[in-house]
């Protein structure tokens, strides 16, 4: 049974910081790459920000510089540093865990976490 859990969303005003964590619970299998990915009200998911096992990243035009996406392969851990938060910032975001199992690579997501900066 595959199971991320999120942590760390909540309110900040525009120009503040907030860190999103994500933990997988994963049993024997292993993951590749894991991912931050945010869906506005009314707007489709979008990708945020990825790392792959081997710790190389890619973001989005609009968070580069500000957010920093990490991972500790040992706890099957990810995190998202957000910095210079934007109103436009404003989502629900989630986790993303591309899981390698008997049945071969397999997408999983987590239930979400709300970030909301104010202006």
């Known amino acids: 049974q595959v199971q991320l859990v999120e942590f760390g969303g909540g309110l900040v005003q525009a120009g503040g910081s907030l860190r999103l964590s994500c933990a997988a619970s994963?049993?024997?299998?292993?993951?590749?790459?894991m991912g931050w990915y945010r869906q506005a009200p009314g707007k489709q998911r979008e990708l945020v920000a990825t790392?792959?096992?081997?710790?190389?990243?890619n973001y989005i035009g609009s968070v580069k510089g500000r957010f920093t996406i990490s991972r500790d392969n040992a706890k099957n851990t990810v995190w998202l540093q957000m910095s210079s938060l934007k109103p436009e910032d404003t989502a629900v975001y989630f986790c993303?865990?591309?899981?390698?199992?008997?049945?071969?690579?397999?997408?999983?997501w987590g239930q979400g976490t709300q970030v909301t900066v104010s202006s």
């Open positions: 994963i049993g024997i299998f292993s993951i590749n790459d």
């Open positions: 790392i792959s096992w081997g710790g190389e990243t």
């Open positions: 993303n865990a591309d899981v390698v199992s008997i049945g071969g690579l397999r997408k999983y």
